[in-house]
């Protein structure tokens, strides 16, 4: 176990989520890397994460078969909120329509443009949030 | 518009139709036609602008998530705190993200050369005397680290190559169909089961029964399965398979479409073959390229 906490990572680029994987655990947290919804679903019922960080556009996985990978990082986040209430989310992705930007952070999710975020900077506010440390950036 | 400017319009109509309804008690119904043709019309060119958007903006996505990834990869090699060993995952991962890259750019490249080519009947560079395995093995090299990564592996098989060719060659543009068979090499490492094999071999492909066997090169995987109606659709332009896109919900669909060009004019074509989570895609070439 971690000195600082679980953090999930969602992403079908697993390239993404193995630089932070790797920085994140440099600073001591435990990193759990799901490439679906389903998989990070059940990575959710097995362990006590700290934080889930997400992408939108990915797969559904087995377990949802009827949601369409374009949405399926807003069913999941909504799957979250519903499920485990209080989990802190950041959606790490690149989202064209500001409105649906607005509505995710109006629900407390906090997001991050996917290939403009430098990583030094997604490690400092995944970390903040997963520690329930303020931060100004 | 002003009744004067529409007539003006509707007599243009006439003249480039040959319509000649001017005192016709159809006029008015002409006119109403005209205009749900042309309202069609102006649907048909907005749904193509949509798809052309939804289209650039995918190929955008695919060719700036590989540098994005790159580029946090190199951040996470300067951290200091990072392991030397991840450091090395990470140059690894590069690696592979330069290669999807250079591949993309290669298809992207290849498009508007092929098109011309095709409609020329000719190539743009000669052809050379190609030995097939060592093509299939080195371009299996190449995308070895991606395949590594979900724990998949190239079984390029020597001893169907010796067998089928004894010593022969292929004549063909080299850079065409490594391009063309990097691209079923690229799809079988996207879409292949966790922990599989891809097998790479040479085989006789009889594509109508009773006519003479052809050489083929065959890639052959186990993953996402391909329904049968989608088989005929798949060397489409900008078509992907239904599992295919929801494994992997970004992707071009360029990939089969331009091998199959590449393969056209070489006048041979690519043959697909897919039962349950079993497929094969074999190029397949014509007896005279075979010396």
Redesign the interface.
Known sequence: MSGYGVVLLVDDEPWFSEALAFTLESRGFECIIATDMSLAVAALRTHQASVVVTDIMMPAGSAFPKIDASESGFKFIEFVQKNWPGLPIVCLSVIGDQTKIDSLMDRGVRYLRKGETPLGTAVEIISAVATGRRIRL | MSPNTEKACYASFVDSSEIRLSASPLEGTDVQALRREIAALRAELAETQKTTNQYL?NVA?QL??????I???I??IK?P???IP?KM??LS?IY??GTILVHLIKNFSLMSNLETDNELGQFRNSPERVDPFRLAVNLANDFQPQAA?GGKKFDVDEPSFERILHGRKLLAVKNLVAQALSNLLENAVKYADLKTAIRVEAVNVHIVEGAKAQFGIAVRSVGLPIYGDEVKKLLNRGVRGTTA??????GTGIGLYIANRIMAIHQGTIYIQAKGKESSFTLVFPEARIK
């Open positions: 903006q996505h700036t998530a590989p540098l994005n990834a580029k946090w990869s951040e996470a951290d705190a990072v392991s991840r995952k990470l991962s592979s993200q990564e896109q929801q494994r992997i919900p970004a």
